[in-house]
């Protein structure tokens, strides 16, 4: 049985090379399937890491409530002068401080200061908060230290520098130590000394669209300080118009004990703020929701993949079976010569079966290779055209899966042709011209 088995592949192969681009057209189908279906959960996979890491950066346990103009200051924005009076308080920080289950929470005020060091300005936004928001947030050092409780309560002048300000404003020297300035002069001022940097945080696109900002380019220091020194009133001067803000907080994050309370915490987090807030001037929303979001599209991937997927098998199964009765059409007089020699129905079938299932894991084997290899440039390629990045990651059971799939395609849709070759009676087969 086994010899008959190597001679019968042997036999298959030879078959299949004698007709090179009619055995790769019929091929085509699978390659095709087996390639949609290795990208597409590349892509899907890919955005799920990718929001997998935003989540961890921003911490699973975590809820960020912002401060956002509401809508009526939004349309008013063309008038020569204006107050804005909005945003979270004082008070809802404490009312929210008795949310159970709660771990940390970190208050923290933009105080929209311009940075500077020397004559240099930083793209940079000055945030006054607590200590505890380098855990909460997850920013690791790169050198120095955080400034700590002792800091607060002391009103130390000191700052803590994303990567992003440091390489602005000091490029070619070390920060720690050196001196910047928040504030504009001839107006309250705070001059900070620089004790920590920060290690750069990647953070792009969903993470940072909920944050509001980059983190790379925040320079962090004791929010008593900030209060003193800025209090909750901004003004902005701008040529024909001015505009003061009030505003206490910008920013509160909030640290559950654990990941199953995040959700059903931020609801009573924003219940909380609905009853002392008259109009809507704030954001409740947790990082957890970017891997919802990341889950919710590679459901569509999924079903997208599934649909394209089977379209191009059916499609490649059909024309495989076209093929394979053309050639059980052509090759009658050699399965009369194969019968009158003794062969059985079941040879006759195992005959075309292994011919369709060998131009199926050829197909297969071809898509896999394409598949992981435009998987693996595809971020490469969009990076030529669009800033955004699209990560992808190659998964085994994609690449296992699809192709034992093609090969059961070919089983499949060879039947039928090698059934009609195992039928045919010997005495006409012989016949045939």
């Known amino acids: 049985m086994f010899n008959f088995l190597t001679e019968t592949f042997r036999l298959g192969l030879k078959n299949l090379f004698l007709h090179k ?24 996979e890919g955005s799920k890491q990718a929001a997998m890491k935003q989540m961890q950066q921003l911490g699973a346990k975590n809820i960020l409530i912002r401060s956002v103009p509401p809508a009526e200051t939004n349309q008013a924005s063309g008038t020569v002068s204006r107050i ?18 709660l771990s940390k929470l970190v208050p923290m005020r933009n105080t929209e200061q311009k940075v500077t060091y020397g004559g240099t300005r930083a793209n940079a936004t000055a945030v006054g908060t607590v200590p505890e928001v380098f855990d909460v947030v997850n920013l690791p050092l790169s050198r120095g230290r955080y400034f700590t409780e002792l800091d607060y309560e002391q009103e130390s002048r000191v700052c803590v520098i994303g990567a992003s300000v440091a390489q602005q404003l000091f490029a070619s020297i070390d920060p720690i130590g050196q001196e910047v300035q928040v504030g504009t002069s001839g107006r309250p001022t705070v001059i900070c000394t620089v004790v920590g940097v920060l290690e750069p945080t990647g953070l792009r696109g969903q993470g940072q669209e909920m944050i509001g900002r980059d983190l790379d380019q925040d320079l962090y220091f ?49 219940k909380i703020l609905a009853d002392s807030h008259e109009r809507l001037d704030y954001t409740v929303k947790a990082p957890i929701q970017i891997l919802r979001a990341a889950e919710a599209q590679q459901r569509t991937w999924n079903f997208l993949l ?32 194969r019968r009158a020699l003794g062969a059985k129905r079941r040879h006759i079938v195992l005959q075309f079966l292994i011919e369709t299932t060998v131009i199926t894991l050829a197909g297969g084997l071809l898509g896999v290779a394409l598949g992981v290899s435009v998987s693996m440039a595809l971020p490469w390629a969009m990076s030529l055209v669009s800033t955004n990045t699209y990560p992808t990651k190659v998964t085994a059971w994609s690449v296992i899966g ?16 090698a059934y009609t070759a195992a039928q045919m009676n010997p005495i006409e087969a012989l016949r045939h011209e």
């Open 21 to 44: 681009m009619r055995s790769l057209l019929t091929a085509l189908g699978i390659i095709i399937g087996v390639l949609a279906v290795i990208v597409m959960v590349a892509i899907g």
């Open 84 to 101: 804005l009076d909005y945003g979270i308080r004082r008070a809802d920080v404490e009312r929210l401080r008795t949310l159970s289950r």
């Open 222 to 270: 004791p929010l008593s300080v900030a209060q003193d020194t800025f209090g909750d009133m901004i003004i902005k001067l701008q040529p024909g118009s001015m505009e003061r803000k009030n505003i206490e907080l910008t920013d509160v994050w909030l640290q559950v004990q654990d990941v199953s309370d995040v959700e059903n915490a931020a609801l009573v987090a924003q």
């Open 306 to 337: 599934i649909t394209i997927a089977s379209l191009s098998l059916v499609v490649g199964g059909i024309g495989i079976m076209n093929i394979m009765l053309a050639t059980v059409t052509e090759r009658t007089r050699e399965v009369g010569i």
């Open 402 to 417: 699809s192709f034992l799939i093609s090969g059961g395609i070919g089983i499949g849709f060879g039947l039928y042709p």
